[in-house]
């Protein structure tokens, strides 16, 4: 008997050590409100925000910005948020669950005159507020950990009318200061206090149901693709889909002190919450590495897109001029250390092509041109692809991640994947995509680039793409949209065997 003990005793540690990922590690998918709450009949939608309004515009769809598709044709996670919640735990075997809700439907009309949570929640839409939180139940009664993010990309019509914002730009040049407008997104600090209160709410409310909060969903990505717009070239369409410099610095700034905003009050009722931004980065090499050009313009495509957002929210670092060095004006103690994780999204690699002069001189470091998609289907006038892309015009590059966990690392925070995936409708290169990412992960562990804590897959089921609609289908499951059934694809099984066993099959 005491032998068995010494030998269980020797063994357990050498087991504990052969996974490739530690015992406490959160695997999961992600999904958000917008993308996949709509669908089936009646289909649940929510009118009251931005992207409701922007994806829905005549002009946009008839200009090719947005798709056409319609959000109301979604995969209907409102009404199957339980059924989808056992698909997480029992077809993908996730531990954890990353959604977030929509401010727009808790919040459908203005909370410009309440202040506390209290006053707050006497205008909260009281059906959104208990659906919130039986969703939050049924992930937890399913043996997983949620992850909820505060805002992913929407706002609600009271504070942003995108379409008002654009008719305003029309004649500004991009390094023009913005023309005011009244209910202007991001680009006004109204939606910054506004936040922060909802953020207060939200904590106060569901606070014992959430440990881990992220503040804000790809800052530089809804600032960059709002606002740095320019056709033919270098276009996401995101709403108020303008081409201007001094706005895209403005939001970005206003949503580092949102985030900061948002910490605060969540800790403020929470103390032992962990809360952090959701912050996409990009693999940038030089389109030719023997080119000056394109390797000063990846590395400042590296800092504009990587770093500065994280350099605000983790060092306090208010890059105003983005020259890349931070004067003394540009250190403040109300947005250091505001993350007490980084949630990492990974994609895509992007070569970069130098102009070798800015253009512009609102950001003196934009003297670049960086190449995100390739060419598709949906996209065929798009340069060909140079190596292997998806079905989505992205370039796949695993090492790439493990370039993004380096920088992510390098900022001592613990990190979380919080997204990671592929367009692959017919899945034929999913399996290779998660393998191959999860390689780089478990290198970039092992060398101790970071110290990451979980891995979360987009997406679980296919879903509105935001400007390309229903195209690339990013989902495990795939659903039929009048029956809102949904179909595994072959992928979802390789994803529960890694996430159960947390081992990496042997090539
Ligand atoms: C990320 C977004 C997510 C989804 C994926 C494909 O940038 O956070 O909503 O669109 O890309």
Redesign the pocket.
């Known amino acids: 008997m005491r032998w068995l003990l010494i030998i269980a005793a020797l063994a357990l540690p050498a087991s504990a050590e052969a996974r490739d990922f530690p015992r406490d590690f959160l695997w999961g998918t992600a999904i958000?409100g917008f993308?996949t709450e709509a669908g089936g009949a009646p289909a649940n939608a929510d009118r009251r925000s931005d992207w409701w309004v922007w994806s829905h515009d005549e002009d946009n769809i008839a200009a090719g910005r947005v798709s056409g598709d319609r959000v109301e044709r979604g995969p209907g996670h409102w009404r199957r948020y339980r059924r989808d919640a056992s698909l997480a735990r029992r077809r993908l075997g996730a531990n954890a669950f990353r959604f977030s809700i929509e401010w727009s439907r808790v919040f459908p009309r203005s909370t410009t005159g309440a202040r506390t949570p209290r006053q707050l929640d006497r205008l909260a839409d009281r059906a959104a507020v208990r659906h919130y939180a039986a969703e939050l139940r049924a992930i937890r009664r399913r043996g997983m950990e949620p992850v909820l993010t505060l805002n992913?990309?929407t706002l609600p019509s009271w504070l942003h009318d995108p379409l008002a914002v654009r008719t305003a730009s029309a004649g500004v040049g991009p390094d023009d200061p913005p023309p005011a407008v009244a209910r202007g997104g991001w680009l006004s600090t109204r939606t910054v206090r506004e936040f922060g209160k909802f953020a207060a709410w939200a904590a106060w409310r569901y606070g014992r149901q959430v440990d881990l909060w992220v503040t804000i969903?790809?800052p530089v990505?809804v600032a960059v693709n709002g606002y740095v717009n320019v056709p033919g070239a270098f276009a996401g369409w995101f709403p108020p889909g303008v081409f201007s410099f001094t706005a895209a610095i403005r939001v970005l700034r206003n949503l580092a002190e949102a985030n900061a905003r948002a910490y605060d009050a969540v800790h403020r009722r929470d103390r032992r919450a962990q809360v952090g931004p959701?912050h996409?980065m990009i693999a940038f090499t030089p389109a030719n590495p023997a080119s000056a050009n394109d390797r000063s313009g990846a590395e400042h495509a590296d800092y504009i897109f990587n770093r500065i957002f994280l350099d605000a929210v983790v060092r306090g670092h208010d890059d105003r001029d983005v020259d890349g060095r931070i004067e003394s004006g540009e250190r403040r103690r109300d947005l250091r250390g505001r993350a007490d994780f980084i949630g990492l999204?990974y994609?895509f690699r992007s070569r970069v092509t130098g102009l070798g002069a800015p253009a512009s001189t609102t950001v003196p470091l934009f003297d670049f041109l960086p190449a995100n998609t390739y060419a598709h289907p949906q996209n065929p006038s798009a340069p060909p692809c140079p190596t292997t892309c998806t079905e989505f015009g992205w370039e796949i590059y695993p090492e790439g991640l493990r370039l993004a966990l380096a920088i992510a690392g390098g900022y001592g925070l613990p990190v979380y994947v919080t997204?990671n995936?592929i367009?692959d409708g017919d899945d034929d290169q999913r399996r290779a995509y998660l393998l191959d990412h999860l390689r780089a992960l478990r290198g970039a562990m092992r060398d101790g680039l970071a110290r990451v804590k979980g891995y979360f897959a987009?997406?679980l089921v296919d879903n509105f793409?935001?400007a390309a609609g229903y195209y690339?289908r990013?989902g495990f499951f795939s659903y039929d949209p009048d029956t809102l059934t949904r179909r595994a694809r072959p992928s979802a099984r390789l994803f529960r065997r890694i996430a159960r066993s947390g081992d990496l099959p042997n090539p």
Request: aromatic letters at 24%; proline letters at 5%.
């Open positions: 958000s993308q992913h990309f969903n790809e990505v959701v996409n999204n994609y997204e995936g367009a987009w997406s793409e935001w690339p990013f």
